[in-house]
């Protein structure tokens, strides 16, 4: 079975300050995609970043990116210019495609990003 | 452009009394359709999914169950709460079609407390 980890339980950034949040997986696919979500205060779950398994280019969203090392099986997001709205749980996620797309997101524990003013 | 809504966003129930939280979805047909559950600090469980009316799919054993009656409608209920039931309840909605990514689309949660 699929699995996500996310080793940081808790980071802190200063403002404007980069920061990078770390996530692994393990899957014995080749085609897969991998998501970033963002969860803030109000709990709103909200997709920050998506990234497909086959892709060799690192995902790009504005002050987001990604550094995604397919053999390695890391999926890391850069956070650049670090804002005062940042700070929330970030939750890494993990879908295996199949024809009618009928698979479920597996989700890592998320990690709670605090910014320092 | 498609929406997700849940209610109610709070509720308070007594242990052994019934539950029923409704979701839907708005600006789409056919969706896939997902219950989760968030308890205070953790990451999110996966409790149901839907593949259609009336197809349900269980991920874990619980105290919780789950029905499709229509296309964008997704229910979880119980029959008698457990404490153990408190937490943030998540409806999700994703696209179908293997060839895409299918990101999940989530509605702004329940939380629940059984006391």
């Known amino acids: 079975a699929q699995t996500v980890t996310q080793s940081q339980p808790e980071m802190s950034v200063q403002e404007a300050e980069t920061v990078t949040l770390s996530c692994t997986y393990d899957?014995?696919?080749?085609?897969?995609?991998l998501f970033w979500y963002k969860q803030p205060p109000s709990r709103q779950m909200i997709l920050v970043i998506r990234q497909e398994a086959y892709k060799q280019q690192n995902a790009t969203e504005n002050r987001f990116s990604v550094n995604f090392q397919k053999a390695a099986k890391s999926f890391s997001l850069k956070i650049s210019d670090s804002q005062l709205g940042d700070a929330a749980m970030y939750f890494c996620?993990?879908?295996?495609?199949?024809?009618?797309?009928?698979?479920?997101?597996?989700f890592g524990k998320g990690t709670r990003l605090s910014v320092i003013a | 452009s498609q929406t997700i809504h849940q209610w109610p966003a709070t509720l308070v129930q007594p242990v052994g009394s019934p539950l029923s939280l409704e979701c839907t979805v708005e600006?789409?047909?056919?969706?896939?359709l997902y219950w989760y559950r968030q308890a205070a600090g953790r990451g999110l469980q996966l409790l149901f999914y839907s593949v259609g009316i009336g197809q349900i799919s269980s991920e874990v054993p619980q105290n919780l169950s789950a029905s499709r009656p229509q296309d964008r409608q997704f229910i979880l209920s119980s029959k008698k709460l457990l404490l153990s039931d408190s937490g943030f309840y998540l409806c999700?909605?994703?696209?179908?079609?293997?060839?895409?990514?299918?990101?999940?689309?989530f509605g702004p949660g329940t939380r629940l407390t059984v006391l």
């Open positions: 999700a909605w994703s696209k179908k079609g293997g060839s895409s990514y299918n990101e999940q689309f």
């Open positions: 996620a993990y879908r295996a495609p199949k024809e009618s797309g009928n698979t479920p997101l597996v």
């Open positions: 899957t014995s696919e080749s085609d897969y995609y």
């Open positions: 600006g789409t047909s056919n969706p896939n």
